[in-house]
Structures are given as C-alpha cells and as structure tokens.
C-alpha cells in the first residue's frame, strides 16, 4: 500500500525548511564575525552583530506568516460535488456532470482528458472525496497544492487513473469504452502504468468492473487495483491523475485501431497464445482454413432454437473445402478461452449482446453476423448500432444484422422506451433460407479474400504484429 499522509508529507518540508534557515543563519554569523574580525582593525561599531541577530529573528517572523498563509490555503481548498445536476440534460454530450468546472485537455486525435498536477491546474494536484456508491452528488472533488492539502487528507502516490461513464464497468462493450482511453493516454506517455483506478458512474463510486475488463487491462498494466478508499474517511489526493470522462470521446479511428491492436496483442501475450501465421493457415491439401463461431448465449436474446441454428451454419460449412465450425456457450467460457476462440475465429456469429465485445480479439479484417430479436430496429435507438461501430473501430468488416420479423407489435404507440422494454429481452428466432444463404455468402468472401492473401507476402504483417505490442 502507497498510501501516505499528506500531514507527513508537509511536517517533512518544513522540516526542512527550517534546517536550510538554520544553516542558512549559521553561515551567515560565520561571514559576519569574519567581517567583523576584519573591520575590528578599524574600530567600527560594534553594533553590526545586533543587525545580524535582528534578520534571524525576522526570518522566524516570517515563518510564522508562512505557517499562517499555509493554513489559509489548506482551508480554502473548495470542494465541489463529482455530478453536477446542472448538466443532467448533456451529462452524455459537450460538458458532462462529472467535474463539471474543469475543462478538459484536447489533443489531435485523441480522447480529451484531464491531467493534474498540470499547467492547466497551476501546479494543483486532485483530491476526491468519494464514499457513497449511490448518489453523485454527495461525492465530491478539489484542487489543492501538494503542499498545503485540506486537513485529514490521504496522499496516494504515483499515478492514478480515475474514470467516469455514464454507462457500467459490469458490462464488457461499455466497460472497453471506458477503459480504453486510458490505453490510449499511456501509449502517448512512455507507456505508464497506474498505481491504481478509482471509478466512477455518475459520480457514484464504484469498486469493481467486470472480470472480463479486469482480465484485458491486467493484459495491458498489469495488476490492476480499483481504490475502494476504505482505509480512511475524509479527502484523498493524488500524486497524479488522469481524469477520462467521455469514454472514446474524439479519438479518432486511426488511435482507436492501434489501441485495439495492442489490447489484442498484449491479451494474446497474457493468454501464451503465438498465432503468428494463423491467417495463412491452410489444410493438408493447401486450402485456407476457415474458422466459423457461432457463440451463443442463454436467455434474453438467445436463440429460440439454437440447434437448428447451428444445423444450418454447421451444413453451409461443411460445403466449403477448409471450413471449421465451432459452437461455443459465452457465460461458460474463461477469458482466455474466449480470447483464444476468437483468436482462431475469422467469422463470428452472434445474437446482439456484450459477447460481441469479443471481436476485438480477431485478426483485423475478421467478419461479424450479428442477430436480433423482434422489435429492436424500431425501438432500440441508435444504441444498437454498437457492434457496427466496434467492427469499425477495430478494423473488422461487420456483414449486417438479421431481425427477427416474427413478433407482436407494440401496444404503446410512439412510446419508444415502454416498448424497448418488452423486446429488450426477447429471444431471437430464426430463418432457414435467410441463414443459409448468408453463410454460404459470408464464408465465401472469407474464402476468396483468403486465396488472395495466401497470394501476397506476409512478411510485412507479421513485422506489424511485432511492433504492435510494444508498449
Ligand atoms: C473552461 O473553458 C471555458 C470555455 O472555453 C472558459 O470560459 C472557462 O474559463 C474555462 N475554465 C477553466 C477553469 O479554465
Ligand atoms: C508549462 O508552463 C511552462 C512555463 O510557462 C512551460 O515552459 C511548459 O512547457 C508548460 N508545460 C506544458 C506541458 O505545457
Ligand atoms: C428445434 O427445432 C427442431 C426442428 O424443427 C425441433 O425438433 C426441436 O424440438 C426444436 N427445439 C426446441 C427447443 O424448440
Ligand atoms: C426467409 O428468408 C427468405 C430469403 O430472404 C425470404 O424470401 C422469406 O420471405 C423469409 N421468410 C420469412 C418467414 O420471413
């Protein structure tokens, strides 16, 4: 534990501020007597020494005034609370609630984050004070000087990286967008690792992120330890922080495929997977080898009959010289296991769900069927566009979507939300003509773009791939 009382901290520097003046006052009664020894000849007045022993004194003024100022700037440390209700209406958007009076830090092409201490901050460190995990508004924050931080405040050293999303770190797809950016920000700044993660939902702490999540960043940093902020009540600074409150924000496209190749590449490393070669990967007779998943889930949006859905799949790719299909149950498989499936993927099949946050995890340029229940184009929102999105952003081709025509239309009429509820959860059905008709179309451009490549050197991929990793 690092952690270390920001009282200590200040009682050492004065400390030794005031062993500096000691000296400082002793060399100068050293020179003065010196002096005086000299001007003795010429009988000067002896009050010269009196002059000397007058500064010291004023210099222990002085100190007092300091020790009185240094108390002023320690009480006017201001807190503020983390959500700020005025932004409730644009908390996703433009301004957010969280830290709503400190502007953020743009670069090009990057995710807009706060860093403290900072010129922006003149030299002020960040301090949080957080301990309720329901209500935002009673968590709050503040600038202080490392030196005169408020009263009972605990001094957490190195590097800290503090998160806000509107959305949940239990969930795999909005967990990756929160997280990411700080891959992002690391890569920029020597690859520097956290000393810990504080988290936050609207301003609500919070303690924990799914394994999965934990899982791909341990990848990336290392051990990674999410601040409960437990030893203690009251204020806890930080040495250094990183603030990112917009998820993605404005990365650009080009930042977020090399931040999703080093996820990629560094869960590999972590899972001992080598898959150097695999995309050329051919069977015995020279013929690439084609990799189908089919990943299914239990419950709301399962499919209604997944083994006739896997009939259908596993029969159009049995027709394909090269085609290997695999069915696999998501809650049932370890993270490595999922980081491996998908590393031996190269057409990932799924009804809309977290699991599709597995892609990432493909060779770029992988193909995504995904699959959705009644009910869900009309009144899902944009939301479910996530998957195409993610396919874009880490560079994999997204071959559309299937909906589910069967269904009872909504009773509620323009009541978007009401009947998002009743289909939220529905399962997914199913239609054989469509199904195969679409595999059969999807393995085949997998297999033609596979030929082509078989075609073209590889060298100059698997030198990407070992540049990819570094940081
Ligand atoms: C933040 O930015 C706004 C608009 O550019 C500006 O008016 C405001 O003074 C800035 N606040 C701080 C604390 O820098
Ligand atoms: C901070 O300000 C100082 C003095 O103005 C300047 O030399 C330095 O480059 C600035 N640092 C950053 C990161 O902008
Ligand atoms: C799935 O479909 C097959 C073939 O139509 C049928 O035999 C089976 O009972 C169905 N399973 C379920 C769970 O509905
Ligand atoms: C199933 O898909 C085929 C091919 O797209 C289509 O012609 C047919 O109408 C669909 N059947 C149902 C019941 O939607």
Redesign the pocket.
Known sequence: MDMECGLKVFTQIKKSYISTKFITCLSILFLVLIIFQIQASSLSSPSSSWVFFDRCKGNIDQSKVIDALTAKLRNLVTFLPLKDLKFTETAMTGNTWFMSSLNATYEEDEAEYLYFPSNASKGQILCINAHHTSDGTKNSYALAWPETLPESATLLKGLTYVSDTYYSYDNLCHGLSALAPFVGWSMKNQCSKPARWVLFHWGELRTKMSSWVQRIMEAQFGDVRVEKFEGKTGPYCFEKAVVMRHDLGRMVQEKTLTVLDLLRCKAREFCDLNPTGRGAEVNERGVPIIRLTLLMRRGSRSFRNASVVADIFAKECAEVEGCIMHVAQSEEISFCDQVRRMTYTDIFASPHGQQHTNMIFMDRGSSVMEFFPYGWLEHAGIGQYVYHWMAEQSGMKHKGAWRD??GKKCPYPKQDLECFFIYKDGKVGH????FA?WARKVINQVRVSKLEQASESIVSKQQVRSSVCEC
């Open positions: 025509p069967v239609n054989e003509t469509y008709e």
